[in-house]
Nanobody
């Protein structure tokens, strides 16, 4: 079992930055791939990015050049650094852990464990 707890969300003006954290406990980080997803009201949960066990990153087009995922294995924590935020980035952001690799990592079905989410609101 892996428990995930997100933090760092909040209200920010357009153009601003936020860093989300996802702290893992239990059977942490090995060998899990850690993904970030988001869900806006009335919309499906969508892929934001992932960092694999080996450290490879992949991002959705919506965040390329603005979002960066990193991890600190010693702290069992994954980060999502978001910059140049836009109102359309407003959503609940979730981190998730997957024991599977490959292209399914861009889909929710690949993930076994989820955090409770943290709200990000970007004002215009």
């Amino acid at each position: 079992q892996v428990q995930l707890v997100e933090s760092g969300g909040g209200l920010v003006q357009a153009g601003g930055s936020l860093r989300l954290s996802c702290a893992a406990s239990g059977r942490t980080f090995g060998p899990y791939h850690m993904g970030w997803f988001r869900q806006a009201p009335g919309k499906e949960r969508e892929f934001v990015g992932v960092i694999t066990w080996s450290g490879t990153m992949d991002y959705a087009d919506s965040g390329k050049g603005r979002f960066t995922i990193s991890k600190d294995n010693a702290k069992s924590t994954v980060y999502l650094q978001m910059s140049s935020l836009k109102p359309e980035d407003t959503a609940v952001y979730y981190c998730a852990a997957s024991g599977r690799g490959g292209p399914l990592l861009e889909t929710t079905i690949a993930y076994d464990y989820w955090g409770q989410g943290t709200q990000v609101t970007v004002s215009s």
